[in-house]
């Protein structure tokens, strides 16, 4: 049973360009969460999705940053423009309901 | 302002040596779980606790929920080189907030010497 999945693992974008981190949550979870970490910072909440909606979105940035999650496909977080301040490790979680989150193994985003 | 305060934020200790990491809130939470982190990894669930009081047993580790739900903490005996790592703690379900969201605290770093 494959837990959730995110990739890619590994992102390097200069100042500008557009970052795309997917996840693809644990077989049977429709239920998907965002959360940051900041370096020597602890992880904040995001963005919480459900397929085709989203829940709480009162943890993303106004500008440049948006998240879906398709009725087929990953979620997908998206940041336009990307500044350096931008640079983190980014995670998805994944939970059946609303209950116990399960996390992936992290995108970590480099802009130059 | 962090409403998940951990403690310690490092602790480095010697193999078969027991400690305790605290976390605490103003704040009550429906639940609380506790991760660990290995670097360039995401947080791997080890318990959650959800009723006031409760205590959960995980080999060596023990982790409690405080009566008033605003705090936890988790225990580890004879601690093992294996056991080093990044633990945190997380609260669901935080009043003022939707029922979901997890509020992270900054996590204890935990090195066991062999």
Known sequence: ?112 | TQLLEQSPQFLSIQEGENLTVYCNSSSVFSSLQWYRQEPGEGPVLLVTVVTGGEVKKLKRLTFQFGDARKDSSLHITAAQPGDTGLYLCAGRGRLGTSGSRLTFGEGTQLTVNP
């Open chain 1, 1 to 112: 049973n494959a837990g959730v999945m995110q990739n890619p693992r590994h992102l390097v974008r200069r100042r500008g360009q557009e970052a795309r981190l997917r996840c693809s949550p644990m077989k049977g979870h429709s239920h998907v969460y965002w959360y940051r970490q900041l370096p020597e910072e602890g992880l904040k909440f995001m963005v919480y999705l459900q397929k085709e909606n989203i829940i709480d979105e009162s943890g993303m940035p106004k500008e440049r940053f948006s998240a879906e999650f398709p009725k087929e496909g990953p979620s997908i977080l998206r940041i336009q423009q990307v500044v350096r301040g931008d640079s983190a490790a980014y995670f998805c979680a994944s939970s059946p309901g609303s209950g116990t989150q399960y996390f992936g193994p992290g995108t970590r985003l480099l802009v130059l």
